[in-house]
Nanobody
Framework: QVQLVESGGASVQAGGSLKLSCAASGFTFSTYCMRWYRQAPGKEREGVASINTYGDTNYADSVKGRFTISKDNAKNTLYLQMDNLKPDDTAMYYC?????????????????WGRGTQVTVSS
């Protein structure tokens, strides 16, 4: 009964900023690893950013220095702050959650997924 609901997607101009949110329920938020993925039409799904139970973060090279992942355990909410957006950032963005040890051992097949929120960046 894990539920993940993304919000905050919008259409913005290149160079602009957005902050995505992922509201989580149905599990102990603080014990899960959380990730953001994105997928554009015709392209493979790409891991964007991750955060573990200790707050350690990782980013794809394509977004490093521009995006920041964070979480608020008290609010059961994951965030993705996106700055200096580029047209190549246009995609559906998905929140994903899973038991950290299982994800590390077995990969993204262990994750639960939200339905996504659309980000469109125009020139």
């Amino acid at each position: 009964q894990v539920q993940l609901v993304e919000s905050g997607g919008a259409s913005v101009q290149a160079g602009g900023s957005l902050k995505l949110s992922c509201a989580a329920s149905g599990f102990t938020f603080s014990t899960y690893c959380m990730r953001w993925y994105r997928q554009a039409p015709g392209k493979e799904r790409e891991g964007v950013a991750s955060i573990n139970t200790y707050g350690d973060t990782n980013y794809a090279d394509s977004v490093k220095g521009r995006f920041t992942i964070s979480k608020d355990n008290a609010k059961n909410t994951l965030y993705l702050q996106m700055d200096n957006l580029k047209p190549d950032d246009t995609a559906m963005y998905y929140c994903a959650a899973g038991v950290c040890e299982l994800f590390v051992a077995y990969g993204e097949g262990t994750l639960n997924w939200g339905r996504g929120t659309q980000v469109t960046v125009s020139s």
